[in-house]
């Protein structure tokens, strides 16, 4: 997710959330599964949060006979009266007419416009589009997707509450939140997370991802970069 640029400015959009299991952003179909072939490693990247002015990082999964699997990072909510950026999820636009940012296809929504006034508008969900601001009430954020891979379900991809007089909160890392813009204060996005299922353990990994089991499958959530070799 990407953050907000100033006060009375845009949400974050939110990263863009790739699936083959319980949810795909933006409306889209569930992604097909993947082949992880014996002996190859896999290389995993987990993007940052969105900074001031600057998209989130691009989450992706790479490796020889794959197919480049990559989740686009959130757009940031625009300053006033300029153009929110575009991502997974596009953030919102600043006040004093700032423009939405676009979502991409099959990952995320757009932001909202912001307000003719003070409020700015929300940031773009994988399950949602930002919320337009309503009187001196920032726009609401774009709702997530709820994603059970894990075996247990987690909430990921939300947009950012557009600045106003509502009151943002810092987002929680690897969740892909966009951030949030207070009445004065921005916050940074949330970080991104890859988990992959498969039926067969790794042979080893990098990075220290988290391993569980759940069921007749191996899960490993990585929280950041590394490779796993299968």
Do not use: C, M, W
């Amino acid at each position: 997710g990407a953050n907000t640029s100033a006060e009375q400015s845009g949400g974050g959009g939110a990263g863009g959330l790739r699936s083959t299991v319980t949810a795909t952003g933006g409306g889209g179909s569930l992604e097909s599964a993947v082949t992880l072939n014996q002996g190859t490693t896999y290389t995993i990247t987990v993007g940052g949060g969105g900074a001031i002015a600057a998209n989130g990082g691009n989450s992706s999964i790479q490796g020889s006979g794959l197919t480049t699997i990559t989740s686009q990072g959130g757009g940031f909510g625009s300053g006033r009266g300029a153009t929110a950026g575009s991502g997974g999820s596009g953030g919102g636009g600043g006040d004093y007419g700032g423009t939405k940012g676009t979502g991409t296809l099959n990952q995320g929504y757009d932001g909202a416009n912001g307000g003719g006034g003070d409020p700015g508008g929300g940031g773009g969900g994988a399950g949602g589009v930002g919320g337009a601001p309503v009187g001196n009430t920032g726009g609401a954020r774009g709702a997530g997707l709820a994603v059970s891979i894990t075996g247990s379900s987690v909430t990921y991809a939300q947009g950012g509450i557009g600045g106003g007089s509502t009151t943002g909160s810092a987002s929680d890392a690897n969740t892909g939140k966009g951030g949030d813009s207070g009445e004065s204060t921005s916050y940074a996005g949330g970080s991104g997370v890859v988990i992959l299922r498969a039926t067969q353990a790794a042979l080893s990994t990098t990075g220290s991802p988290t391993y569980t089991t759940s069921g007749s499958y191996h899960i490993y959530k990585f929280t950041g970069s590394g490779s796993i070799t299968y």
